[in-house]
């Protein structure tokens, strides 16, 4: 089955000890992204790669880092994560790098920073 | 700058009745435009999307959308709700190589 898995799906830290979400496609993608998802403000990018070892900033890249060793796997890292980045969290792929919009979605990760 | 504007955060609908949800774009040219649907729980999955040509069109869980270039909107449509509707919905819209911009979502309640 064609999917987009991320992982944990819930996860509640503590300010300052870093954490990875990550994130696998078995769809041979070459386009990732990552969303963070908060009330009001819908969805905002975070980082997207085009391919392997091409990563860009988005929206609102501060307090995140990502790579793209792989074409599969796209994990995002919160170094020392902060309370502002409680938030849910979503991985998306895409078949070209050229980005048309049409975006597979993961399920999700849900993240509390206290 | 490129936007996407949801005018309605929330519509509530009796099962059964019409629905349009709103969606206005703000680009230099005609982007491409896409409804996505998030339900409870859920990642968002793809209802429908506009590239070219015939300004009406289909998507999937019998949804439509019509594009509007004298009014810049992509609104989505579905002439009976069932109650599995309620869920959020977000347009999105993305012009050659940047990436997609998402409108804020409008939250559909269904009421029997």
């Known amino acids: 089955e064609a999917q987009v898995t991320q992982n944990p799906r819930y996860l509640i830290t503590v300010t300052g000890k870093k954490l990875t979400v990550t994130c696998s496609q078995n769809m041979n993608h070459e386009y990732m992204s990552w969303y963070r998802q908060d009330p009001g403000l819908g969805l905002r990018q975070i980082y997207y790669?085009?391919?392997?070892?091409?990563?860009d900033k988005g929206d609102v890249p501060e307090g995140y880092k990502v790579s793209r060793k792989e074409k599969r796997n796209f994990p995002l890292i919160l170094e020392s994560p902060s309370p502002n980045q409680t938030s849910l969290y979503f991985c998306?792929?895409?078949?070209?790098?050229?980005?048309?919009?049409?975006?597979?979605f993961g399920e999700g990760s849900r993240l509390t920073v206290l | 700058a490129q936007s996407v504007t949801q005018p309605d955060i929330h519509i509530t609908v009796s099962e059964g009745a019409s629905l349009e949800l709103r969606c206005n774009y703000s680009?230099?040219?005609?982007?491409?435009l896409f409804w996505y649907v998030q339900s409870p729980g859920q990642g968002l999955q793809l209802l429908l999307k506009?590239?070219?040509?015939?300004?009406l069109v289909q998507g999937i869980k019998g949804f439509e959308a019509e594009f509007k270039r004298s009014q810049s909107s992509f609104n989505l449509r579905k002439p009976s709700v069932h109650w599995s509707d309620a869920a959020e919905y977000f347009c999105?819209?993305?012009?050659?190589?940047?990436?997609?911009?998402f409108g804020k979502g409008t939250r559909l309640s269904v009421i029997a």
């Open positions: 680009y230099g040219a005609t982007p491409y």
């Open positions: 790669s085009m391919n392997v070892e091409v990563t």
């Open positions: 998306a792929s895409s078949q070209t790098s050229v980005n048309t919009g049409e975006l597979f």
């Open positions: 999105a819209a993305c012009s050659g190589n940047t990436p997609l911009v």
């Open positions: 506009y590239f070219s040509g015939d300004t």
